[in-house]
């Protein structure tokens, strides 16, 4: 099939990619001249495992391609995806600003029936609003051409995201028409081949269910801190509660991990766009305003032990850091928990040395400029480079080289061994056998 991405960021790349090597001839639309020329070059913008070798092979066999126009890349295709950034609004709402102005784009040039798929994650309702904008575009030039406005949200997981989509666990496709549905399901029918993966239902089911699913695990993560937090308070291990809860089929081990907060682009976005849904239909949404609000407390807990521990001042103290992206697998660091931590450190007087595998260029282009002047941030080159001579470390990603660190080198490096833990990758007790004051996420202290 000939394929249109409108929208080059994360999920359109990766979604163009894969279909371009099941076989679809793929044009990708971005309006970054740079980006397109760039990859156009094979040169990838994002870091995400196992995607630049598949770009480059489909750009090398020509079914892949990239353009800056849209009515170029409008020529033969069937099925146009809209899969540009929705980001938020002052009130937390989704802005679809850039959703509709393609949609408008779509409706100048399309000329015979197609399919148009919204992917981006968009509020209930957006598909309708999409097609009449199509409509008002195709009733100025007077035309009469049908096409059909389908919801396909994306489920990816960054840093996993070409698997997610070769393998998905559902492909959700919400359509109103047959004739739709039949070249939607065509189209995905390599991916579920040994077993039928598409879970078929109306278009604003479809918009929901994108938003509920991201909801559904924040809150489960969100429950999982507040609990944490209570096992602190009660001298209980919160790990073998997580064990103990998870082996009932029922709630499951995914998401129930407690830790320093979720961040990223997509559940902090996404819980507030719902939020901000319920509110428009005068509704109150009790679990969601939890939810976030836990979150945005959650982010807060490293420093709460730290403060505990050292007290309010930490002049002319130095924190060694592990871990900027917002989890481990990516450079994002959008919404990261540390980048709480590193404000509330350096405003309390505190440097601070700082090591990720994969996110240092991007913190030296999104941290405040004057952290590096001033010497309060340095990052370092390596992970044991963010421990020398200082008094405490706190791990706030869980990359895997974190997770068996050589502990002696570690503690000749550190001038006193206190670790804060914030993603529970230690022993406590082996901690302390190997001579460290150990800080976890709700394991008693
Ligand atoms: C999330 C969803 O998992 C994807 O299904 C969805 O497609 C995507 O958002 C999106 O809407 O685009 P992602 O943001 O890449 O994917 O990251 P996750 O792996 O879901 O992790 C989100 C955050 O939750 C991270 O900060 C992670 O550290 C945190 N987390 C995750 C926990 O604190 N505890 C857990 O048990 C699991």
Redesign the pocket.
């Given at each position: 099939m000939n394929l249109t991405i409108i929208g080059s960021g994360y999920v359109g790349l990766v979604t163009g990619t894969c279909f371009a090597e099941m076989g679809n001839h793929v044009t990708c639309v971005d309006l970054d001249e740079k980006k397109i020329a760039d990859l156009n070059q094979g040169r990838i913008p994002i870091y995400e495992p196992g995607l630049e070798p598949v770009i480059l092979s489909n750009l090398a066999d020509g079914r892949l391609r990239f353009t800056t126009s849209l009515a170029e890349a409008m020529t033969d295709s069937q099925v146009y995806f809209i899969a540009v950034g929705t980001p938020p609004g002052e009130d937390g709402s989704a802005d679809l600003r850039h959703v509709l102005a393609v949609a408008r784009e779509i409706g100048r040039c399309l000329d015979k029936y197609a399919v148009i798929v919204d992917k981006s994650?968009v509020p209930v309702g957006t598909a309708e609003k999409v097609a009449a904008v199509i409509q008002d575009e195709l009733d100025k030039r007077s035309v009469d051409i049908a096409f059909d406005v389908v919801s396909n949200p994306?489920?990816?997981?960054?840093g996993a995201a070409v698997d997610d989509f070769m393998k998905p666990d559902r492909i959700v496709i919400g359509c109103n028409s047959d004739q739709a549905r039949d070249i939607m399901c065509n189209l995905y029918a390599d991916f579920c081949r040994n077993h039928n993966r598409m879970v078929m239902m109306g278009v604003r089911e479809a918009e929901m269910t994108k938003y509920a699913?991201?909801a559904m695990?924040a809150t489960k993560?969100s429950f999982m801190n507040e609990i944490a937090g209570l096992c602190d308070a009660l001298q209980v291990d919160v790990e073998k509660v997580r064990l103990g809860i998870g082996s009932d089929s029922r709630i499951g081990f995914p998401?129930?991990?407690p830790?320093c907060g979720?961040?990223?682009s997509?559940?902090p976005k996404?819980v507030n766009a719902l939020i901000s849904m319920a509110e428009e239909n005068d509704l109150e949404p009790m679990i969601l305003n939890a939810v976030h609000q836990r979150n945005a407390d959650q982010k807060n807990v490293l420093f709460r032990k730290i403060v505990a521990r050292f007290g309010s001042d930490l002049s002319g103290m130095t924190f060694g850091l592990w871990g900027l992206a917002?989890?481990p697998g990516t450079d994002d660091m959008r919404e990261a928990p540390s980048v709480v931590l590193l404000r509330q450190l350096i405003d309390s007087g505190a440097k601070v040395k700082a090591y990720d595998p994969e996110a240092m260029d991007v913190a030296m282009q999104e941290l405040p400029k004057d952290w590096f002047e001033k010497g309060a941030l340095v990052l370092c080159q390596h992970q044991y480079d963010a421990l020398d001579d200082v008094d405490a470390l706190a791990l706030v990603t869980e990359w895997k080289p974190f997770r068996h660190p050589d502990f002696k080198v570690m503690s000749s490096l550190m001038s006193q061994a206190v670790v804060f833990d914030g993603r529970n990758q230690y022993d406590p007790k082996e901690m302390k056998s190997e001579g460290f004051e150990y800080w976890g996420i709700g394991r008693c202290g």
């Open positions: 994650t994306e489920f990816l997981k960054e699913a991201n695990l993560i998401f129930i991990y830790g979720y961040g990223g997509c559940f996404d917002f989890k």
